[in-house]
């Protein structure tokens, strides 16, 4: 794993530099589990132009962590997508 990277400390826990008061680790940001790359790369997306530092952390540390387990980026692209059009599903269903 890239660790250290900007938000990110050397355990592998978001660190806020706008808000150095907090403790290390108050944003769970888990990459370990597959499950939630969706979600991080989707809030990397999202704060892309507002803070691009904070942005390109996660994502750099959610491709490292597919990279680790074998997983190309091309794969992983892949593999968000069909994660995303699953959710849609069901929320589509549960809306009748």
Same mark, same amino acid.
């Not at 250290?4 to 290390?24: E, M, Q, V, Y």
């Not at 769970?28 to 892309?48: C, F, H, M, P, V």
């Not at 491709?63 to 968000?80: C, D, F, H, R």
């Given at each position: 794993?890239?660790?250290?990277?900007?938000? =990110?400390?050397?355990?592998? $826990?978001? !660190?806020?530099?706008?808000?150095?008061?907090?403790?290390? %680790?108050? &944003?769970?940001?888990?990459?370990?589990?597959?499950?939630?790359?969706?979600?991080?790369?989707? =809030?990397?997306?999202?704060? $892309?132009? !507002?803070?691009?530092?904070?942005?390109?952390?996660?994502? %750099?540390? &959610?491709?490292?962590?597919?990279?680790?387990?074998?997983?190309?980026?091309?794969?992983?692209?892949?593999?968000?997508?069909?994660?995303?059009?699953?959710?849609?599903?069901?929320?589509?269903?549960?809306?009748?």
């Amino acid at each position: 794993m890239s660790y250290p990277r900007h938000h =990110i400390n050397t355990d592998g $826990r978001f !660190k806020s530099d706008k808000f150095p008061g907090l403790a290390a %680790g108050l &944003v769970d940001i888990n990459t370990e589990k597959e499950r939630n790359w969706t979600g991080l790369l989707l =809030i990397a997306d999202a704060y $892309r132009e !507002k803070d691009a530092e904070l942005a390109d952390d996660p994502r %750099g540390v &959610v491709y490292a962590q597919a990279k680790t387990g074998g997983i190309s980026p091309v794969e992983l692209t892949k593999w968000m997508t069909k994660d995303i059009f699953r959710h849609i599903s069901v929320v589509e269903k549960s809306l009748g």
